[in-house]
C-alpha cells in the first residue's frame, strides 16, 4: 500500500442534486466523470490522502466578504453555502496542521462574485475563496495571503473585494479580456490606492500552453510570492484553461496544470471554473491531486492529446514574455511609484464601472469613493444602482470600514452612515464594518444573523 | 422441521450446531487443527450431524479461515497479473505491480474502449509467466467493471490458445466496484487462493459424498451472507473475513434485527464492534481490508480494540493501564497477570470462580493505587467498560461523518442514534449491562454465546449483488457480476426500467441457489445504489447515465430470539 508523502485533504462536493437550470453548464453531471475518475483510480485510498465531508456555513461567514444584496438569503441557495462551507473546512484541516495542503473540490464557482454581490454572474454569487479567506483571518489570525487564480477566465469578482487590500496578494492569469468573459483583467489594473501592486493580472494570448503559463510560474509568480511572503497560499484552479474547455481557447493539459501546482506548493487549492467535464476535469483533478499529495502524475494523460494538439507558437511566447517583464516591473516598484498620478491628489480616489450580471441579467452601475487615509486603506463608499431585466430597478449605499481601519476612518465612516440613514434615497444602505464585525442593513435585515 | 448444520472453524476451536428454527439441537467444540481445516470441519460436522434426520437435513454452511489464513501467512500461489491500466495513477503505485505485465487498450470513464487490445503483447506476457511456471491469472482493466469486454477478450484467448493456464480471476467478475487498485488486488488474491479452496471444496464434496449427505453446501462470506460451494470456487476471495461475520450473524439471529444497535463481541484479548441500522449490520464502505491490501470484498463493518477479559490489568505511574495485550489466561484460570475477568471474580460475578483467589490477584494493584480489592476491582471493571463504550462512541461519530455528494444529504445528515447494546463473549454478562449504562442505552446479552457463531453460519441467508450501468447516449448497459454488456440501441430507458434489471439480475443470481427456495426476495432485496443523471452536450440533452445497484441483504433466515439455552430440542420427527 502506497503513502503519499505529503499529507493532502480532499473535499469533494459536486452537489449531485443541483443546478442553474437542466441543460446550464453548472449542472448537475458537471463533476461525474472527475468523480468516476478520482475513484476508479483509487485516489482516495492513498494512505496520507484523506478525504473530509462537506460543512455548510453560515450568512454571516458570507457577510466578511461580501454585501449580498438584497441579502444573503435572496442570492444564495443551499449549495452556495455548502461550496464556501467545504473551502473553510479544508482550511481548518490546513491551519490545525492535520494536513499539508487541501483541495476542495466543489461547485458551484465563486470568482466572479464582487464584494457587492446581486446575484449570479459568471456562475457565481459567492465568492467561495474570499469567504474563505476571511474567515482564515478571523479564525487563525493570519494576515498575509496570497490567491493565484488560473481559471481561464480573469477572477474580477476576487480582484475587486481585495482591490484596496494591501494584504491579499492576488495574481490572476486568465485570457486576455479582449477575447474572453469578463472582459477586464488587463495590467493597468494593479489595486487601489492603498494596495498598489498586490494586484496583478496576467492576461495571456489564446492558444497559450503549458509552456506560457509555467513561464509565467517560474518568472512571475514564484518570485513575487518569494518577495511578498504570504503565509497561506491558494490556487483558484479554474480548468477551463483546459485545450478541451468549450467555453475558452486556451491549451493547457493535465500534466501542465500537475506541474504548475508542483511548482505553486500551494497550502488550499479551490476548484473554480472548467466544462469540459469528461476531456478535461477527471484528468486535471487527477492530476492536481497527485501533485499535492507529492505523488509521480507523470501518467496521467488525457486519452486525445498528442504533443502536436498544444504547442504554443512563438508568438505567443514572446506576448507572455513581454507582459511578465511590464508585471516584474510595476511590482518592483510598487512602493517607488508616485500613486498621485494613478490615483489623483483628490481627499478620495473616484472610480466608476459599469458590472453586467450574465447569468441574472441584470446591470450593476457603481460610483465608488477610497478615502485616502495616510494611516489605513481607507473607508469606501460605494453608490449601485441596479437595472435588472427580470425584477424592478433598485439603488443601493454602501459604507465599508475596512479591517486595519484607523479610528478617524472608522469615525468618518460612521458618520456617513448615520447621514445616509437620515437622508435616505436609496432602497438599501448597507454598512459593512470589519473592525467592529457589524453588517447592516436599512431596512433592516429579515433573516437573523448568527 | 427443516435443519441445518452450522460449522465455525476459527483460530482455536471449530463449533459446529444442529440447529432449527425451534432452536440448537446439537452443539459442538472441537480444537481446529490448524494444519488441517479440512479434517476439523468433519469432525466438527460428524459431532452434530444425526443420520437419523439426513431427510430433514436442508443445507450446510461453513464459515472458514481458510482463504483468510492463506493471505494473511503469504501462503498461496503465485500469480500472473495483466493489468490494462492506461493513463492515470503510474502503475508502480498499484498494488502487486511487482507481478504485473502492463498490456497496451484501455478503456474510459464511460466505458468507450479508447484503445483496443494487441493479441499479441497479451500472448508475450502470458507466456513470460508460463516460462516462470506461473499457471494462474488475474485479468483487470481500468473501468473493466463499466466495460467487460477488453477482460473477457483476454480470457478467450488464453483459453484458445493456453491449455496450461489453470486459471483466469477477470476484475470485473469479482467485483463490480469503481476503484481499479481495489479490484486488481481483489482479482489477485482470488486467483492466489483459488487453488486451495478448490481443493478444500472438493474434498469437502467427496467427503459428504461418501457419507452419503446430498445437502448443498454453503459457505459464509464476509458480508454475512453465504454462497454455495460450487459459485464459491470461482469467487473464492469473497469468503476473508467470515470470522466477524458469522459472529455478526449469530448475534441477529440470537436477539433479532434492531433499528439501532452496537454489536459487542468481547472475547479475551480484543472486542469487536458492528454496527446495526434498519435490522441490518453496517458494510465496509469500499471493501474489506485484509493483511494490508484494500480490496472491494464486500464485508461488514467490524472495528477490533484491545481490551477483552484477559487484558493483562497494570498499575503505570499511579494509572490503570487496561490492555492492549494479553499475557495469559485470568489468573483465576491459571494465569499470572490480573485481568478483568479477575476483576469480576472478585465481585463474586464470575460463577465457579474462587472470589479469594482473585482478590489474592489483585492485591498488589489495590497497593499501589492505595485503595481496597473491593474498589480495584470495580475501577478495572468500570474503566474496561468505559474504553469499550468510547470505542462505540467513537465509531458512531466515525460512521456519522461519511463523505456526502448531494445538498440534500447535507442537509439531512445521517444521524446514528443507538439504542442498543448487544452482547456476546464470556465476559459480556458483566460487562455489557455497564457499557450500555454509560451509552445510555438498553442491553440484550445473547445467549449460547459459545456457539453463536455456528449458528450466525447456520441462519445466514445467501447474498449477493448486480449492478447495472445504464447510459442511454452511448446506447449500452452493463451488468459487471454477470459479464454482461449489451446494446440497448435508441431505446428510451429510464430508471425504472434499470431497477426492475437489476431486481430481476440479483433474484436469478440468488435464485440459482438450491437450498433457499423459501426466502422472499420481495423483502430481501433492496437498492442501495439509484443514480440518474442527464448527459447534456452543446445545451441539449443528449442521454441519461443511471446506475442501479441492487443486493440481497445479509440478515438471518430463522430468529432464535425467543429460544431459551437447556431448551434442547427433540428434532426427531
Same mark, same amino acid.
Given at each position: 500500500?502506497?503513502?503519499?508523502?505529503?499529507?493532502?485533504?480532499?473535499?469533494?462536493?459536486?452537489?449531485?442534486?443541483?443546478?442553474?437550470?437542466?441543460?446550464?453548464?453548472?449542472?448537475?453531471?458537471?463533476?461525474?466523470?472527475?468523480?468516476?475518475?478520482?475513484?476508479?483510480?483509487?485516489?482516495?485510498?492513498?494512505?496520507?490522502? #484523506?478525504?473530509?465531508?462537506?460543512?455548510?456555513?453560515?450568512?454571516?461567514?458570507?457577510?466578511?466578504?461580501?454585501?449580498?444584496?438584497?441579502?444573503?438569503?435572496?442570492?444564495?441557495?443551499?449549495?452556495?453555502?455548502?461550496?464556501?462551507?467545504?473551502?473553510?473546512?479544508?482550511?481548518?484541516?490546513?491551519?490545525?496542521?492535520?494536513?499539508?495542503?487541501?483541495?476542495?473540490?466543489?461547485?458551484?464557482?465563486?470568482?466572479?462574485?464582487?464584494?457587492?454581490?446581486?446575484?449570479?454572474?459568471?456562475?457565481?454569487?459567492?465568492?467561495?475563496?474570499?469567504?474563505?479567506?476571511?474567515?482564515?483571518?478571523?479564525?487563525?489570525?493570519?494576515?498575509?495571503?496570497?490567491?493565484?487564480?488560473?481559471?481561464?477566465?480573469?477572477?474580477?469578482?476576487?480582484?475587486?473585494?481585495?482591490?484596496?487590500?494591501?494584504?491579499?496578494?492576488?495574481?490572476?492569469?486568465?485570457?486576455?479580456?479582449?477575447?474572453?468573459?469578463?472582459?477586464?483583467?488587463?495590467?493597468?489594473?494593479?489595486?487601489?490606492?492603498?494596495?498598489?501592486?498586490?494586484?496583478?493580472?496576467?492576461?495571456?494570448?489564446?492558444?497559450?500552453?503549458?509552456?506560457?503559463?509555467?513561464?509565467?510560474?517560474?518568472?512571475?509568480?514564484?518570485?513575487?510570492?518569494?518577495?511578498?511572503?504570504?503565509?497561506?497560499?491558494?490556487?483558484?484552479?479554474?480548468?477551463?484553461?483546459?485545450?478541451?474547455?468549450?467555453?475558452?481557447?486556451?491549451?493547457?493539459?493535465?500534466?501542465?496544470?500537475?506541474?504548475?501546482?508542483?511548482?505553486?506548493?500551494?497550502?488550499?487549492?479551490?476548484?473554480?471554473?472548467?466544462?469540459?467535464?469528461?476531456?478535461?476535469?477527471?484528468?486535471?483533478?487527477?492530476?492536481?491531486?497527485?501533485?499535492?499529495?507529492?505523488?509521480?502524475?507523470?501518467?496521467?494523460?488525457?486519452?486525445?492529446?498528442?504533443?502536436?494538439?498544444?504547442?504554443?507558437?512563438?508568438?505567443?511566447?514572446?506576448?507572455?514574455?513581454?507582459?511578465?517583464?511590464?508585471?516584474?516591473?510595476?511590482?518592483?516598484?510598487?512602493?517607488?511609484?508616485?500613486?498621485?498620478?494613478?490615483?489623483?491628489?483628490?481627499?478620495?480616489?473616484?472610480?466608476?464601472?459599469?458590472?453586467?450580471?450574465?447569468?441574472?441579467?441584470?446591470?450593476?452601475?457603481?460610483?465608488?469613493?477610497?478615502?485616502?487615509?495616510?494611516?489605513?486603506?481607507?473607508?469606501?463608499?460605494?453608490?449601485?444602482?441596479?437595472?435588472?431585466?427580470?425584477?424592478?430597478?433598485?439603488?443601493?449605499?454602501?459604507?465599508?470600514?475596512?479591517?486595519?481601519?484607523?479610528?478617524?476612518?472608522?469615525?468618518?465612516?460612521?458618520?456617513?452612515?448615520?447621514?445616509?440613514?437620515?437622508?435616505?434615497?436609496?432602497?438599501?444602505?448597507?454598512?459593512?464594518?470589519?473592525?467592529?464585525?457589524?453588517?447592516?442593513?436599512?431596512?433592516?435585515?429579515?433573516?437573523?444573523?448568527? | 422441521?427443516?435443519?441445518?448444520?452450522?460449522?465455525?472453524?476459527?483460530?482455536?476451536?471449530?463449533?459446529?450446531?444442529?440447529?432449527?428454527?425451534?432452536?440448537?439441537?446439537?452443539?459442538?467444540?472441537?480444537?481446529?487443527?490448524?494444519?488441517?481445516?479440512?479434517?476439523?470441519?468433519?469432525?466438527?460436522?460428524?459431532?452434530?450431524?444425526?443420520?437419523?434426520?439426513?431427510?430433514?437435513?436442508?443445507?450446510?454452511?461453513?464459515?472458514?479461515?481458510?482463504?483468510?489464513?492463506?493471505?494473511?501467512?503469504?501462503?498461496?500461489?503465485?500469480?500472473?497479473?495483466?493489468?490494462?491500466?492506461?493513463?492515470?495513477?503510474?502503475?508502480?503505485?498499484?498494488?502487486?505491480?511487482?507481478?504485473?505485465?502492463?498490456?497496451?487498450?484501455?478503456?474510459?470513464?464511460?466505458?468507450?474502449?479508447?484503445?483496443?487490445?494487441?493479441?499479441?503483447?497479451?500472448?508475450?506476457?502470458?507466456?513470460?509467466?508460463?516460462?516462470?511456471?506461473?499457471?494462474?491469472?488475474?485479468?483487470?482493466?481500468?473501468?473493466?467493471?463499466?466495460?467487460?469486454?477488453?477482460?473477457?477478450?483476454?480470457?478467450?484467448?488464453?483459453?484458445?490458445?493456453?491449455?496450461?493456464?489453470?486459471?483466469?480471476?477477470?476484475?470485473?467478475?469479482?467485483?463490480?466496484?469503481?476503484?481499479?487498485?481495489?479490484?486488481?488486488?481483489?482479482?489477485?488474491?482470488?486467483?492466489?487462493?483459488?487453488?486451495?479452496?478448490?481443493?478444500?471444496?472438493?474434498?469437502?464434496?467427496?467427503?459428504?459424498?461418501?457419507?452419503?449427505?446430498?445437502?448443498?453446501?454453503?459457505?459464509?462470506?464476509?458480508?454475512?451472507?453465504?454462497?454455495?460451494?460450487?459459485?464459491?470456487?470461482?469467487?473464492?476471495?469473497?469468503?476473508?473475513?467470515?470470522?466477524?461475520?458469522?459472529?455478526?450473524?449469530?448475534?441477529?439471529?440470537?436477539?433479532?434485527?434492531?433499528?439501532?444497535? +452496537?454489536?459487542?463481541?468481547?472475547?479475551?484479548?480484543?472486542?469487536?464492534?458492528?454496527?446495526?441500522?434498519?435490522?441490518?449490520?453496517?458494510?465496509?464502505?469500499?471493501?474489506?481490508?485484509?493483511?494490508?491490501?484494500?480490496?472491494?470484498?464486500?464485508?461488514?463493518?467490524?472495528?477490533?480494540?484491545?481490551?477483552?477479559?484477559?487484558?493483562?490489568?497494570?498499575?503505570?505511574?499511579?494509572?490503570?493501564?487496561?490492555?492492549?495485550?494479553?499475557?495469559?489466561?485470568?489468573?483465576?484460570?491459571?494465569?499470572?497477570?490480573?485481568?478483568?475477568?479477575?476483576?469480576?471474580?472478585?465481585?463474586?460475578?464470575?460463577?465457579?470462580?474462587?472470589?479469594?483467589?482473585?482478590?489474592?490477584?489483585?492485591?498488589?494493584?489495590?497497593?499501589?493505587?492505595?485503595?481496597?480489592?473491593?474498589?480495584?476491582?470495580?475501577?478495572?471493571?468500570?474503566?474496561?467498560?468505559?474504553?469499550?463504550?468510547?470505542?462505540?462512541?467513537?465509531?458512531?461519530?466515525?460512521?456519522?461523518?461519511?463523505?456526502?455528494?448531494?445538498?440534500?444529504?447535507?442537509?439531512?445528515?445521517?444521524?446514528?442514534?443507538?439504542?442498543?447494546?448487544?452482547?456476546?463473549?464470556?465476559?459480556?454478562?458483566?460487562?455489557?449491562?455497564?457499557?450500555?449504562?454509560?451509552?445510555?442505552?438498553?442491553?440484550?446479552?445473547?445467549?449460547?454465546?459459545?456457539? +453463536?457463531?455456528?449458528?450466525?453460519?447456520?441462519?445466514?441467508?445467501?447474498?449477493?449483488?448486480?449492478?447495472?450501468?445504464?447510459?442511454?447516449?452511448?446506447?449500452?448497459?452493463?451488468?459487471?457480476?454477470?459479464?454482461?454488456?449489451?446494446? #440497448?440501441?435508441?431505446?428510451?430507458?429510464?430508471?425504472?426500467?434499470?431497477?426492475?434489471?437489476?431486481?430481476? +439480475?440479483?433474484?436469478?443470481?440468488?435464485?440459482?441457489?438450491?437450498?433457499?427456495?423459501?426466502?422472499?426476495?420481495?423483502?430481501?432485496?433492496?437498492?442501495?445504489?439509484?443514480?440518474?443523471?442527464?448527459?447534456?452536450?452543446?445545451?441539449?440533452?443528449?442521454?441519461?447515465?443511471?446506475?442501479?445497484?441492487?443486493?440481497?441483504?445479509?440478515?438471518?433466515?430463522?430468529?432464535?430470539?425467543?429460544?431459551?439455552?437447556?431448551?434442547?430440542?427433540?428434532?426427531?420427527?
Amino acid at each position: 500500500m502506497i503513502t503519499a508523502p505529503k499529507k493532502t485533504g480532499i473535499l469533494f462536493f459536486p452537489a449531485f442534486d443541483w443546478a442553474i437550470s437542466p441543460d446550464h453548464p453548472e449542472r448537475e453531471e458537471r463533476l461525474l466523470y472527475t468523480r468516476d475518475q478520482i475513484f476508479e483510480e483509487g485516489l482516495l485510498d492513498i494512505e496520507g490522502i #484523506i478525504e473530509y465531508p462537506p460543512r455548510i456555513t453560515n450568512y454571516a461567514n458570507l457577510l466578511r466578504a461580501h454585501i449580498c444584496v438584497p441579502g444573503p438569503e435572496e442570492i444564495t441557495t443551499e449549495s452556495h453555502l455548502i461550496s464556501a462551507g467545504g473551502c473553510n473546512v479544508i482550511a481548518d484541516a490546513v491551519l490545525n496542521q492535520e494536513i499539508q495542503s487541501g483541495f476542495a473540490i466543489v461547485r458551484p464557482p465563486g470568482h466572479h462574485a464582487m464584494r457587492i454581490t446581486h446575484g449570479s454572474r459568471g456562475f457565481c454569487n459567492i465568492n467561495i475563496e474570499s469567504v474563505m479567506v476571511e474567515y482564515i483571518r478571523k479564525k487563525y489570525n493570519i494576515k498575509r495571503i496570497a490567491i493565484v487564480d488560473t481559471d481561464a477566465h480573469h477572477a474580477d469578482g476576487t480582484q475587486d473585494i481585495y482591490y484596496n487590500d494591501p494584504d491579499v496578494l492576488h495574481i490572476s492569469i486568465h485570457q486576455d479580456g479582449r477575447t474572453l468573459f469578463p472582459g477586464t483583467g488587463f495590467i493597468g489594473e494593479a489595486g487601489g490606492p492603498a494596495a498598489y501592486g498586490t494586484t496583478l493580472n496576467v492576461p495571456v494570448p489564446p492558444h497559450t500552453s503549458d509552456e506560457g503559463l509555467l513561464y509565467i510560474m517560474n518568472n512571475l509568480v514564484l518570485p513575487v510570492l518569494n518577495e511578498f511572503k504570504p503565509e497561506i497560499v491558494i490556487n483558484a484552479a479554474g480548468q477551463d484553461n483546459h485545450y478541451s474547455d468549450p467555453l475558452t481557447n486556451m491549451n493547457i493539459s493535465a500534466r501542465g496544470y500537475a506541474k504548475l501546482n508542483e511548482l505553486l506548493k500551494p497550502d488550499i487549492v479551490v476548484l473554480e471554473g472548467g466544462y469540459s467535464i469528461e476531456g478535461a476535469l477527471p484528468y486535471v483533478n487527477t492530476g492536481i491531486i497527485l501533485a499535492l499529495a507529492g505523488l509521480d502524475y507523470s501518467h496521467v494523460l488525457e486519452p486525445d492529446l498528442t504533443a502536436d494538439k498544444i504547442k504554443q507558437s512563438p508568438k505567443i511566447t514572446e506576448d507572455i514574455k513581454k507582459t511578465v517583464d511590464q508585471l516584474l516591473l510595476l511590482f518592483s516598484n510598487r512602493t517607488r511609484i508616485d500613486l498621485n498620478k494613478i490615483f489623483g491628489k483628490g481627499e478620495f480616489y473616484h472610480r466608476t464601472r459599469r458590472i453586467f450580471y450574465d447569468t441574472d441579467n441584470l446591470l450593476d452601475e457603481q460610483k465608488e469613493q477610497i478615502y485616502r487615509c495616510d494611516n489605513c486603506s481607507g473607508y469606501r463608499l460605494v453608490h449601485s444602482w441596479v437595472n435588472s431585466f427580470n425584477k424592478s430597478n433598485y439603488t443601493t449605499y454602501v459604507v465599508i470600514i475596512p479591517r486595519d481601519a484607523c479610528p478617524g476612518c472608522v469615525k468618518r465612516a460612521e458618520e456617513r452612515w448615520q447621514e445616509k440613514q437620515k437622508s435616505g434615497g436609496y432602497d438599501y444602505i448597507f454598512l459593512q464594518d470589519l473592525v467592529n464585525e457589524r453588517y447592516e442593513r436599512v431596512p433592516k435585515y429579515q433573516v437573523s444573523l448568527p | 422441521m427443516p435443519l441445518t448444520i452450522g460449522i465455525d472453524v476459527g483460530g482455536t476451536n471449530t463449533d459446529a450446531v444442529l440447529v432449527s428454527a425451534r432452536g440448537v439441537h446439537k452443539k459442538a467444540k472441537i480444537p481446529t487443527i490448524k494444519d488441517n481445516l479440512l479434517q476439523s470441519v468433519l469432525e466438527a460436522l460428524e459431532a452434530v450431524y444425526d443420520p437419523h434426520s439426513e431427510k430433514n437435513l436442508e443445507r450446510i454452511c461453513i464459515s472458514t479461515t481458510l482463504t483468510t489464513n492463506s493471505i494473511v501467512e503469504e501462503n498461496y500461489d503465485k500469480v500472473g497479473l495483466l493489468c490494462l491500466p492506461g493513463p492515470g495513477l503510474h502503475p508502480k503505485y498499484l498494488p502487486f505491480h511487482e507481478s504485473m505485465e502492463i498490456l497496451p487498450g484501455y478503456v474510459d470513464h464511460r466505458g468507450r474502449i479508447v484503445k483496443d487490445l494487441n493479441p499479441n503483447t497479451v500472448r508475450q506476457a502470458v507466456e513470460k509467466f508460463l516460462k516462470k511456471d506461473i499457471k494462474r491469472f488475474a485479468v483487470v482493466g481500468k473501468f473493466s467493471n463499466r466495460n467487460p469486454e477488453l477482460e473477457m477478450k483476454i480470457h478467450d484467448l488464453i483459453i484458445g490458445e493456453y491449455s496450461d493456464v489453470k486459471h483466469i480471476s477477470l476484475g470485473h467478475r469479482v467485483t463490480s466496484r469503481i476503484g481499479f487498485p481495489r479490484r486488481i488486488a481483489t482479482a489477485y488474491l482470488n486467483a492466489a487462493v483459488y487453488r486451495k479452496h478448490k481443493e478444500f471444496a472438493d474434498a469437502v464434496e467427496n467427503a459428504l459424498g461418501s457419507k452419503g449427505i446430498t445437502a448443498p453446501v454453503f459457505i459464509l462470506k464476509g458480508d454475512g451472507g453465504t454462497i454455495n460451494l460450487e459459485a464459491s470456487r470461482r469467487l473464492c476471495v469473497h469468503t476473508i473475513l467470515s470470522g466477524p461475520a458469522a459472529s455478526i450473524m449469530g448475534q441477529i439471529t440470537l436477539t433479532g434485527e434492531h433499528p439501532a444497535a +452496537a454489536l459487542i463481541d468481547i472475547g479475551g484479548t480484543t472486542t469487536d464492534i458492528a454496527i446495526m441500522l434498519n435490522g441490518s449490520p453496517v458494510f465496509e464502505r469500499s471493501g474489506a481490508e485484509i493483511s494490508g491490501y484494500k480490496t472491494s470484498v464486500r464485508a461488514l463493518y467490524s472495528r477490533s480494540i484491545g481490551i477483552g477479559g484477559d487484558s493483562a490489568v497494570k498499575v503505570e505511574n499511579g494509572v490503570l493501564q487496561i490492555g492492549p495485550h494479553r499475557e495469559g489466561p485470568a489468573v483465576i484460570f491459571g494465569g499470572n497477570t490480573p485481568t478483568p475477568t479477575d476483576a469480576a471474580a472478585a465481585l463474586g460475578k464470575v460463577p465457579c470462580a474462587d472470589p479469594k483467589v482473585a482478590k489474592e490477584a489483585l492485591k498488589p494493584l489495590a497497593d499501589s493505587l492505595n485503595v481496597t480489592i473491593k474498589k480495584t476491582a470495580e475501577l478495572i471493571i468500570e474503566e474496561t467498560a468505559q474504553s469499550i463504550a468510547n470505542a462505540v462512541k467513537n465509531i458512531v461519530v466515525s460512521l456519522s461523518n461519511r463523505p456526502v455528494y448531494t445538498v440534500k444529504e447535507v442537509l439531512e445528515p445521517l444521524v446514528i442514534e443507538l439504542q442498543k447494546l448487544i452482547g456476546i463473549g464470556g465476559p459480556s454478562p458483566v460487562l455489557t449491562p455497564l457499557v450500555a449504562e454509560k451509552l445510555g442505552i438498553d442491553y440484550e446479552i445473547a445467549p449460547v454465546h459459545q456457539v +453463536a457463531n455456528a449458528v450466525g453460519a447456520a441462519a445466514a441467508r445467501p447474498t449477493t449483488v448486480a449492478t447495472v450501468h445504464c447510459d442511454t447516449s452511448t446506447g449500452y448497459y452493463s451488468i459487471s457480476e454477470l459479464g454482461i454488456k449489451k446494446e #440497448i440501441g435508441k431505446k428510451n430507458w429510464n430508471i425504472d426500467k434499470v431497477t426492475a434489471i437489476a431486481k430481476k +439480475a440479483v433474484e436469478k443470481r440468488a435464485r440459482s441457489r438450491t437450498g433457499y427456495q423459501d426466502i422472499d426476495f420481495s423483502r430481501e432485496v433492496e437498492i442501495t445504489t439509484h443514480e440518474e443523471f442527464n448527459v447534456v452536450r452543446g445545451f441539449q440533452t443528449v442521454g441519461k447515465i443511471m446506475e442501479v445497484k441492487a443486493q440481497i441483504k445479509p440478515g438471518a433466515v430463522f430468529s432464535l430470539t425467543h429460544w431459551k439455552e437447556g431448551e434442547e430440542n427433540d428434532h426427531s420427527s
